[in-house]
């Protein structure tokens, strides 16, 4: 079956291949438009289960902090069970917990719920990108594959505040989690016809510890910042929950330092390459994240948009990353991510700029054109991560480092929400209708800062990256003249030979 699947040329090659992937895309078009399609829902959500900020804010919450908190041992289990049944698993348990978010009578069963649909929605990116790396074999049809899977992720993002204001407008908030379930039921039937299984020859061993001190940290951090305003910043339930959350990251990554199989190798944060992106990736998920929080609540709340039309407002957003997206591909290809980092970063920035400057006076027109910054940012941002990410590892490690970038995002999206609605809770000071206006200025600025911190962690990963092949030239210039001055001074300096295998050491 290998060598039959092994004639792929891409994602167009063959109509089995071309399937194959249609089916990862959808799981992974579903997974990221539930990121996003519940946010133009919330204000129906608060006012149907009389739900707080905060409430709304866990709805977002425990959906992220679950998927981010399982990827990573997704990957291990798709590795040792079998990738397609583990992508079906999840398919199932997604399709489940959706069924039950919109039977929700009360929001704490709603959050419930919402839980479990993370962890089923935990187990379909590791799988399905272990599915294309089986199917694609060769390096130019899997980087095209991947390349595909990558805009779908992003155009699923843009889309699901459209979709969502739509579906709620129509039908109501429960309509918004109805609509992946006939999705997802085909795509795991299609699965069970048309996707082969396969297993890594030598999977990682489970790491239960690793992945507990994970939850650990993650919720403990959402829990302490979602809840701060309401118990207060010095209350001893919000430092006991800040102090457990610096204490599983601390003992986590020591732990993972000695363990020969680790969940995530703490020696891979060494390089400021890849240590920058999985932080810029943090901060763009934020930014955008914490942008469709704020901008479903203001245009709902504070201007009496129906969903529909809330939903349609934010229109500008989706279409400039369609447009954006496939120009960065192209242009990463030929010479690098660090100008899209840039310029997505500067037009993050400057959207939630607008807004946040022009809140008391802006009019409704003039809302289409942060909008449109945001989806340009994110169309062009989005690419030069994952390839950023993805190109830090090895190309045998390839499976975790897309769980570290899809657990990146999730991260980015948890804190998003988590900070920018803790900010406006405690800007609040009467209800959201009234009160919005003044409150959201320092929401807003918070999203721009996290656009804002791209620029630098660019800059200073360029900045390594340009050193590095600097050394590499010096050194290719001293092994090839070692009789100049600087050349025997430097070798003398910098050969290093085993004196175990009899040979001498320059020094």
């Known amino acids: 079956m290998r060598g039959r699947h092994a004639r792929a040329t891409g994602p167009g090659g063959s109509g089995r291949h071309g399937l194959i992937l249609g089916i990862c895309c959808t799981s992974l078009f579903l997974t990221g438009l539930d990121t996003t399609i519940v946010n133009v ?5 608060g006012r149907d289960l009389h739900a707080p900020v905060s409430g709304l804010q866990w709805t977002v919450a425990a959906y992220t902090v679950a998927l981010t908190s399982c990827l990573l041992s997704s990957g291990t289990l798709a590795d040792r069970f079998g990738r397609r049944k583990v992508f079906q698993v999840g398919l199932s348990a997604f399709t489940f917990a959706s069924w039950l978010c919109s039977l929700a009578p009360s929001l704490g069963w709603l959050i419930a719920f919402r839980v479990l649909q993370g962890v089923g929605a935990a187990m379909l990116n590791p799988a399905a990108l272990g599915i294309i790396t089986n199917t694609f074999t060769t ?59 396969s297993r890594s020859p030598q999977p990682r061993r489970p790491d239960p510890a690793g992945q507990l001190l994970v939850i650990v ?81 203001y245009l709902q709340d504070a201007r009496g948009y129906s969903p529909l039309h809330a939903g349609l407002a934010m229109l500008p957003m989706p279409a400039a990353m369609t447009v954006c997206a496939p120009l960065a591909g192209r242009y990463i290809a030929r010479h690098g991510t660090a100008l899209p980092l840039l310029a997505g970063g500067a037009a993050l920035a ?30 062009l941002c989005s690419p030069a991560i994952t390839g950023t990410i993805m190109g830090g590892l090895p190309a045998a490690r390839a499976a975790l480092a897309s769980s570290i970038a899809s657990a990146s995002r999730q991260l980015g999206q948890t804190l998003g929400t988590a900070i920018t609605g803790t900010v406006l809770i405690a800007s609040l000071r009467e209800s959201l209708h009234a009160g919005f206006v003044h409150a959201g200025h320092p929401a807003w600025w918070v999203t721009a800062g996290f656009g804002a911190a791209i620029l630098p962690l660019t800059l200073a990963s360029a900045r390594r990256a340009r050193s590095a092949s600097q050394r590499s030239q010096d050194l290719t210039t001293t092994v090839a003249n070692p009789t100049s001055p600087r050349g025997a001074v430097d070798t003398w300096n910098t050969v290093r030979v085993d004196a175990s295998a009899g040979v001498k050491e320059g020094r």
């Open 217 to 297: 940290t993650l919720g403990s951090l959402a829990y302490a910042i979602i809840e701060g305003p309401r118990d207060g910043w010095a209350s001893p339930v919000t430092v006991c929950l800040l102090a457990v959350a610096v204490t599983a990251a601390a003992v986590l990554a020591c732990y993972e330092y000695r363990r020969t199989e680790p969940l995530v190798d703490p020696r891979d944060f060494r390089q400021v390459p890849f240590t920058a992106a999985v932080i810029t990736a943090v901060c763009f998920t934020a930014c955008t994240a914490g942008f469709l929080f704020l901008t479903t609540l």
């Open 41 to 45: 829902a919330l204000p129906s959500i």
């Open 139 to 197: 390096p130019a049809s899997r980087a095209r594959a991947i390349g595909v899977w990558d805009g779908v992720f992003g155009l699923s993002l843009a889309l699901g505040p459209v979709v969502g204001g739509a579906l709620t407008g129509l039908a109501g908030w429960r309509s918004v989690f109805w609509a992946s379930i006939p999705v997802a039921l085909a795509t795991n039937a299609l699965t069970g016809l048309f996707v082969p299984d």
């Open 350 to 379: 400057l959207g939630s700029s607008a807004i946040a400057w022009y809140l008391d006076t802006a009019f409704a027109g003039f809302f289409a054109l942060p909008y449109a910054l945001l989806g340009a940012g994110a169309g």
